[in-house]
Structure formats: C-alpha cells, structure tokens
C-alpha cells in the first residue's frame, strides 16, 4: 500500500492559493528532493523559459530547489536516456508536472511505464503532484484536449497512465473542471464544454467514472491512511452519468467510499452488454447485427480508430474494418448507421470515395 500522496491540481500550480498545498506537502519530507517533468510542455518552444519559471517559483515562494528533469522526445531518446530519466524520477521524493499537451506527455512516457516509477516513488512516502494538462494523464482514460478543442477532432479517449487505478480509483481525471473563460461558450469541463463530455463519458468502460476537479483546488489522496482531501478555493466531483458526488472544500472523504461509488453500476444499464472488452471484429459484428448495442459497439470502434491514428498503429485496418462495417450495413438498408459511420470518418480527416470499384479512402485535409 502506498505510504505517499498523489496530489491532482485543477490549475493555478504556482498561484498563492496552491503555495500553501505545496508548503505543507513539503514539510512532511524530511530531505526534500523535488523534480520537476518537463515532458508535458517538452512540443513548445519555450522550454527553458518555462522550466526556469518552475524552478524560480520553488525557490522563492517555497525555498526548495527544483531539480529540472528533461525528456520531451521518446523516439529519440536513447536506451541510456531513457534509463537516467526513470532513475532521476525513482530517487525524487517531490515529483512536480504541470501545463502543457496531454496527449504529448501521454505519447513520450506511456513507452517507459512511468506509472511504475511514480508509483515507486508513493510507496516510498513520497509525493506526485500533477496539475492542468499532467492531471489528465493519471486516469485510465485520458481526453486529447488540444486535439477535441482546438483540432475540432470527435471526442475519443486515449488510454491513460492510470495511477489512480493503481491506487484502486478506477476513474478519468478532468482538471480546469469549472473553467469559464468561455463566458458566453462553455469551457468547463477543462475547455471541453461539459456537452462533450458527456459524449465522452458515454465511452468509458462502466467501471471507470470522471474525477473532475475545480480550478485553484487540490485533491489529495492518502492511500495508507485511506482518506482522500480537498483543499483550495473549489471542489471535486465524482461523476457517472447523470449521476454526481461533490467533494467541497477542505473536505475529507475515505477512499473506501469512493470506491464502493466507482464500482456501483446504474440499474437501468445493467442489462446492456458490455462492448469496451471486445476486439475491432467483434465490435464489427455486433454493429451489423443492430439492436440496442450497435450505438455503443460503433462508438467504441469509432474511438479504437482515433486512439490508433494518434498511435500510429493498426490505423489502417481499423478504417478499413469500418469501412467494410459500413458496406455490410448499406447492404442491410441500415443507412443510419453507415452516415454515422461516414460522418466520423469526415470529422476526424478520412475522406470517403464510394467508386465503382468499391469504396475508397484516404486522408484529406
């Protein structure tokens, strides 16, 4: 059982109202060694401006020396780097990222496991403290948000490092949960707007639910001492479905509770039959036999082909197995299905050609 605390921030990592989270997380080590993981931000241009910020903060608002950990390229990184870099992260006992890509920091560590070594690190009685777009990755599923709010992409999920899984939270994180910088458009939701969200949700295998957390507030989870608390100006909340729990401010749940929350199944959607389990055919067949699954079948094959072009693996025989899906659909007067279908594959970029030689595609602009 991890002896440590794995520490999710909405936002506002180094804003006055977090300083105070950051000050009492420190002062229950008794030789800090804080690191700071640069890879969330490793794409922008900015790099050693931002890390120097980082390090200036905990230096001055903190009196700790941030020790910068660099690793913003897997591809490229050596064996020996790659190596160093887990070592580094293993030793640290303040293990700090914040801002930057989700799907960027997602696409650099799920190759090295870091889960494993954040982990080592909170069974040591250490602390991971993950804010904004870092906060994402710790969940099962982890939303692309560049991709879905700027990119304009169909919401899909990308599998996560799911460190909250391994402290027995089966759940999707959402930092910025409360964000309203939108003002007359929705940007909750970590600027997903929560309509989309629940598009999302209606994804997710049942036994993982949201874990949304408010900007400016922490959420701190004590997995030895079986307590979960919430610190800072807003709130979290536990989400499934329509269903909600609200954890306020500097309130303190066990975790025994939100377990018991995220392993209850809503009754009404009991009787569907669970499709996240099945492979791409399986998925594909149960499509062509229609009836109440093929919506949530067809979703999950839909998700599995935008999960294998950001990964860059089995992209092509996915598209291809909903392109056949959709033939075998046409054929059976279910045009409903097959539009949704070619409405997807528009969305996320695949241009549809249906020819006398049969349909054809590729990748348009």
Known sequence: MAKGKLVIMGSGETAPGMTKVHRELLSGLDEVRAVNLDTPYGFQLNVPQMTQKLVDYFKVSLQTDLKPLSFINYEKSSGVERELFRQSVREANYVFAGPGSPSFALAQWKGLDLQEDLLHVLDNGGV????????????????????????????????????????????????????????????????????????????????????????????????????????????????????????????????????????????????LRKVSTLSPLELAGVVEQGGENAISALTQLVFLSNQSFANSTGFSELVTLLIETREQLKAASNYQLADYIRDSLSKAGIKISDTSNGTKWTIGI
């Open 128 to 271: 991971v403290c993950f804010s904004s777009a870092a906060a994402l990755t710790l969940g099962a599923y982890t939303a692309p948000i560049y991709e879905i709010y700027k990119a304009g992409a169909e919401p899909y999920w990308l599998e996560g490092l799911n460190l909250m899984g391994l402290l027995g939270i089966n759940c999707a994180v959402i930092p910025h949960f409360n964000n309203a910088e939108g003002q007359d458009y929705d940007t909750s939701c970590c600027y997903l707007g929560l309509e989309r969200l629940e598009i999302l949700e209606k994804q997710l295998p049942d036994s993982i639910r949201t874990f949304g957390i408010e900007e400016h507030t922490a959420a701190t989870i004590e997995q030895d001492a079986n307590k979960i608390s919430v610190t800072g100006k807003g709130c979290a909340h536990l989400r499934y479905g329509e269903s909600s729990t609200t954890f306020s401010e500097i309130s303190i749940t066990s975790i025994q509770e939100i377990k018991l929350q995220t392993n209850k199944l809503k009754s009404e959607d009991s009787h």
